[in-house]
């Protein structure tokens, strides 16, 4: 469900590491989403299929590619899906979270439309309404780079995704319930990959199948700090463990997968390493993490690195999470304000001019205040000048981990720090080759550091990856709209575009012409 925590994975094998960042052809899938019995820990619990599987399908894409998914909501309430780390340019209208679309109601479809542009690596979907992602729905989304780029390993015989998560045996609904009433939901049951745990005993289906002296590429969820793993086959042919642990949590959750080699003989042997413990080697992780600038790979400026370190920041917005009681009840709020969503989507209201109808614009401070005497609840929408090179601190003063995605974007993550921030930690940040990513784990007692330039225009959720986090509050909405109303810098709403709220029976404005 995203509810942790930092995964720490364990590949019990060697391999090396990289970290890819990230008329066109049309690639199209047709989902039926339905209700059926999923059990990643065992305890059999309601749960969503796509197309009869959980986890759903892989989107396997290559760069440019424009992408069309059919989704069919067989389930009794409204659905959305979004694309977690797909950068949609210049057009919010397909990103699918509520801020942008109107849901797909119960016995309807919708069409998603978007282009996978100048991006490389592997990334997920999920369902964003209500506590759905922890019915899963979610699967895993490939880009590949086009044969002309090459990638710094050779071809893999074989590419396989792993996406691993905590899990509640009580199932969505009544995580739902326990929200709504005011209180957390305490610890998870457990953790799964690919929605199942392992017993080690030689009935489990493996994860994936390898023969000996070929190489695979594993493409892993970005709840994981890497992105992609080149992983040669070149160890006894047996069964082996594929472990994930948590991180930062009062007691460690593990889970276990089973690797095979093709016609290998044995079971995984039953001794599993212990994480490694302490914020040192998490903190070295990140700062270890960096771009090579020698490689060939897609990039926020295609023709060589991105110089971010030398542009003037034009704007700095420090966002301070926090856990508050709202009328007896609880509810996680930024720089005081808790988030609600709204019934007309941000999108929508602006574009047929009626925003004031529906929020205000910059409702929070660029700054935490110093004290919160009683969380406002409301929508929060941050008015952002297209184009504005800005500095977010995302600052964390719980004692739990905090994890937060960027819709529309790619941002340089420079610093991770323990204790407060200030002007003066800008002496430490990585001006040079920070990783290009769009999620950011943020420890107990600390912040972190990004850059963003706001060269996408629309209306991008900022929201809490601690799902129970984003639905009591914690997450909000950068609007970044060109003055120029051109379609060389946003795309016209689609004419299939579902409407909801008070836009409902509006006429249509008038198109970008240019």
């Given at each position: 469900?995203?509810r942790?925590m930092?995964i ?12 890819v960042?990230?008329?066109d052809?049309?690639i199209t ?7 059926g019995n999923?059990a990643p820990?065992g305890?059999p619990?309601k ?9 759903g399908p892989?989107i396997n894409s290559?760069?440019n590619?424009n ?6 909501n067989n389930?009794e309430e ?5 694309w ?9 209208w397909q990103d699918?979270?509520?801020?942008t679309?109107?849901?797909?109601l119960?016995?309807t479809?919708?069409?998603?439309h978007?282009q996978?542009k100048?991006?490389?690596g ?8 209500d506590?759905?992602?922890?019915a899963g729905g979610?699967g895993g989304?490939r880009?590949?780079s086009?044969?002309l ?5 050779d071809?893999?015989a ?5 996406m691993v998560g ?6 969505y609904?009544s ?13 998870a049951?457990g953790l ?6 392992a017993?080690?005993?030689?009935t489990d ?6 023969e000996?002296g ?16 080149a992983l040669?086959?070149d ?5 082996y ?7 930062f949590?009062k ?5 276990t997968?089973?690797v095979?080699y093709l016609n290998?003989n044995?079971?995984?042997?039953p001794?599993?390493p212990k994480?490694?413990?302490g914020?040192?080697w998490?903190l070295?992780?990140f700062r270890?993490?960096?771009?090579n ?8 400026n295609?023709q ?5 370190g030398?542009?003037?920041?034009t704007r700095?917005?420090r ?5 508050e009681k709202v009328?007896?009840k ?5 720089n005081?304000v ?6 007309t989507?941000f999108?929508?209201?602006?574009y047929?001019g009626?925003?004031?109808?529906v929020f205000?614009y910059?409702?929070i401070p660029?700054?935490?205040?110093a004290?919160?005497?009683k ?9 952002i000048?297209?184009k504005?090179?800005?500095e977010v601190i995302f ?8 994890s937060?995605n960027?819709?529309?974007y790619a941002?340089f993550?420079v ?7 200030s002007?003066?930690?800008r002496?430490?940040?990585n ?6 990513r769009?999620t ?5 007692k600390?912040?972190a550091?990004?850059f963003i330039?706001?060269?996408n ?13 984003r639905?009591?509050?914690?997450q909000l ?7 120029n ?11 299939d ?6 836009v409902?029976?509006?006429?249509k404005p008038?198109p970008?012409?240019?």
């Amino acid at each position: 469900m995203g509810r942790l925590m930092l995964i720490y994975m364990l590949c019990l094998w060697a391999a090396s590491i990289l970290v890819v960042e990230g008329g066109d052809p049309v690639i199209t899938f047709e989902w039926k989403v339905t209700y059926g019995n999923v059990a990643p820990l065992g305890v059999p619990v309601k749960g969503f299929l796509i197309n009869g599987e959980f986890p759903g399908p892989n989107i396997n894409s290559t760069t440019n590619n424009n992408v069309e998914v059919n989704v069919f909501n067989n389930l009794e309430e409204p659905l959305l899906f979004t694309w977690q780390g797909i950068q949609n340019r210049k057009n919010s209208w397909q990103d699918g979270v509520l801020g942008t679309m109107c849901p797909i109601l119960p016995g309807t479809n919708f069409t998603y439309h978007f282009q996978v542009k100048d991006q490389i690596g592997s990334y997920m979907y999920y369902p964003v309404t209500d506590m759905h992602r922890a019915a899963g729905g979610f699967g895993g989304l490939r880009i590949h780079s086009r044969p002309l780029i090459p990638v710094p390993y050779d071809q893999p015989a074989d590419e396989f995704t792993v996406m691993v998560g905590d899990w509640f045996n009580k199932g969505y609904t009544s995580l739902k319930k326990i929200l709504d009433s005011g209180r957390n939901l305490g610890r998870a049951d457990g953790l799964h990959i690919n929605g199942k745990t392992a017993k080690g005993d030689g009935t489990d289906e493996p994860l994936f199948t390898m023969e000996a002296g070929k190489t695979y590429r594993i493409s892993t969820s970005p709840l994981i700090f890497m992105s992609e793993c080149a992983l040669p086959a070149d160890k006894e042919p047996r069964d082996y463990f594929l472990v994930a642990s948590s991180r930062f949590t009062k007691r460690d959750l593990t889970a276990t997968g089973i690797v095979r080699y093709l016609n290998g003989n044995g079971a995984p042997k039953p001794d599993l390493p212990k994480p490694p413990v302490g914020w040192a080697w998490s903190l070295n992780q990140f700062r270890t993490l960096r771009w090579n600038l020698t490689a060939s790979a897609a990039r926020p400026n295609p023709q060589g690195s991105y110089k971010y370190g030398g542009i003037n920041i034009t704007r700095t917005i420090r966002l301070a999470n926090t856990a508050e009681k709202v009328d007896g009840k609880l509810r996680y709020a930024i720089n005081g304000v808790s988030f609600v969503e709204p019934t007309t989507p941000f999108k929508l209201a602006e574009y047929y001019g009626v925003a004031d109808k529906v929020f205000k614009y910059n409702n929070i401070p660029d700054e935490p205040p110093a004290q919160v005497t009683k969380a406002a609840l409301e929508p929060i929408v941050v008015n952002i000048t297209y184009k504005d090179f800005i500095e977010v601190i995302f600052e964390n003063h719980e004692t739990a981990i905090q994890s937060w995605n960027v819709d529309g974007y790619a941002f340089f993550a420079v610093a991770i720090e323990t204790g407060t921030w200030s002007p003066e930690k800008r002496m430490n940040y990585n001006l040079l080759d920070a990783v290009s990513r769009h999620t950011i784990q943020v420890f107990p007692k600390s912040w972190a550091a990004v850059f963003i330039t706001f060269d996408n225009a629309g209306m991008w959720n900022i929201r809490s990856e601690v799902w129970d986090r984003r639905y009591l509050g914690q997450q909000l909405y950068f609007s970044s709209l060109s003055p120029n109303r051109s379609l060389r810098d946003e795309y016209n709403m689609r004419d299939d575009t579902l409407v909801c709220g008070i836009v409902e029976g509006m006429p249509k404005p008038p198109p970008f012409s240019s």
